[in-house]
Every structure is written in structure tokens, then in C-alpha cells.
């Protein structure tokens, strides 16, 4: 149906809202986007991670609720998106829509998704970006409902998400979209 994307985001900011926290294998200690919500979860990921009951292997999944914190409504997706060194557009494509479909069986149409650092691959970085990009317009452009995400994409620029959202909209001339850049 349509797509509303939020890049004025932050986890003060949308502290109701679930979150989508993708993962690589090899990502310890957390840090960045994975780093803050481990902080709100009071270092259990980090726990389950180091005492091995969550390997993020490609399209692990594991919901995880906030308990003691000031945001007892959060719910976090933790998904597994395999080995960094292994990633390339079309794995991310992949990867992107089971991880919608996860959420949209799960019934959740807004949320922050938070990817992790993508730099350091040996991929074209905006051919990443524009997989998923591509991937999340396409799945909601064809669902019956609105969505509605806020971006937390470790050290990526907002211009690179715009023009990846931008040239996913070209791909697909009939999705719906907007970008709000700043809130008021």
C-alpha cells in the first residue's frame, strides 16, 4: 500500500516502537545501534550472544521484550543476517524480505529498523542499500496495509538512504512513498 520512512529518528524518539535489529555473526562486542538496545535490554543480548543461545546465522530470529526499563512496550526483532565477508546485494534482498515478512506476520507495520555497519565489506556499499531499499518498498507496495519505519543505519549517510529509496522508486514507479527528513 504505502510506505512512510522516518530518518529524524532516534531510540529517545521512538521509544514505543519495535525495533528490527539486524546482526552479522561476527559483530561482538555490540556497538552502535546494537550497542544502544543492548544497553536498554541491560546487556542480555550480549549475554545471549556470549553463552551461544543466539547465533546470528543468516534469518535467526529471537523476539525480545524490554523488561526493566523506562520503555516496557519495546519489542526487539533480533535478526540474524549470516557471516559479513558473505553478503552481497541479492543475499541482502533476501534477507530484507524475509525479515519483512517476519515482521508482517508478527502484525508489526511500524518500527525502527536498524541495520549494522555495512562498511568494510567487499561489496558496492549503495548496492547493498539499494537491495534493501528495493526489497522493502516492493513488499510494501504490495501489502494491504501502511508502514511506517524509522531508519537507524549504522554509518550511512541520509543522503545515500534517500537516493536508495529515491532509485528503488524508480524501479518500482507504483510504490508509495515518503521520506520525512526532519520532524517538526
Known amino acids: 500500500m504505502s510506505l512512510v520512512i522516518n530518518l529524524d529518528t532516534s531510540l529517545d524518539k521512538s521509544y514505543a516502537q519495535p525495533v528490527a535489529l539486524c546482526l552479522f555473526e561476527e559483530k561482538m562486542p555490540l556497538h552502535g545501534c546494537a550497542g544502544m538496545i543492548d544497553w536498554e535490554l541491560c546487556g542480555e543480548l550480549s549475554r545471549m550472544i556470549a553463552g551461544k543461545r543466539f547465533v546470528s546465522k543468516e534469518k535467526a530470529k529471537m523476539l525480545l521484550y524490554l523488561r526493566l526499563s523506562c520503555m516496557p512496550e519495546r519489542k526487539v526483532l533480533v535478526y540474524g543476517m549470516g557471516r559479513k565477508h558473505t553478503l552481497t546485494p541479492r543475499k541482502m534482498s533476501l534477507l530484507t524480505e524475509d525479515l519483512m515478512n517476519t515482521l508482517s506476520k508478527l502484525s508489526i507495520r511500524s518500527f525502527v529498523h536498524a541495520i549494522p555497519v555495512l562498511y568494510g565489506i567487499n561489496e558496492d556499499i549503495h548496492g547493498l542499500l539499494e537491495s534493501v531499499a528495493y526489497s522493502i518498498l516492493k513488499f ?5 496495509y501502511e508502514y511506517k519505519l524509522g531508519l537507524m543505519w549504522d554509518n ?12 528503488a522508486v524508480s524501479a518500482l514507479p507504483d510504490a508509495s512513498l515518503s521520506i520525512i527528513e526532519k520532524e517538526d
Open 140 to 144: 510494501t507496495s504490495a501489502a494491504q
Open 156 to 167: 550511512i549517510s541520509q543522503m545515500d538512504i534517500v537516493s536508495s529509496f529515491k532509485g
